[in-house]
Nanobody
Framework: QVQLVESGGGLVQAGGSLRLSCGAS????????MGWFRQAPGKEREFVAA????????DYADSVKGRFTISRDNAKNTVYLQMNSLKFEDTAVYYC???????????WGQGTQVTVSS
């Protein structure tokens, strides 16, 4: 079992920045690939970014490339999502997930709300 807790969400003006954190406890954090997803009201959950267990491989949704950066600190059992140049359409609940590649994401946090005012 891996327990995930997101933090860092809030209200920010368009063009601003936020950094989300996802702290993990339980089984060895470094053994898991991590991802960030988001869900806006009335929409399905969508992929935002992912990072390999070692941190040397990352992937991003086209909508956030060049604006968001995912990183991890295995010593602190934490994965981050730095979000810059935020847009109104980035408003959503952001979730972090954990998986053992090539399996699906099986562990999820409770989510943190990000609201971007236009």
């Amino acid at each position: 079992q891996v327990q995930l807790v997101e933090s860092g969400g809030g209200l920010v003006q368009a063009g601003g920045s936020l950094r989300l954190s996802c702290g993990a406890s339980g089984r060895t954090f470094s053994g898991y690939a991590m991802g960030w997803f988001r869900q806006a009201p009335g929409k399905e959950r969508e992929f935002v970014a992912a990072i390999s267990w070692s941190g040397d491989s990352t992937d991003y949704a086209d909508s956030v490339k060049g604006r968001f950066t995912i990183s991890r600190d295995n010593a602190k059992n934490t994965v981050y999502l730095q979000m810059n140049s935020l847009k109104f359409e980035d408003t959503a609940v952001y979730y972090c997930g954990a998986r053992v590649v090539p399996g699906p994401y099986v562990y999820w946090g409770q989510g943190t709300q990000v609201t971007v005012s236009s």
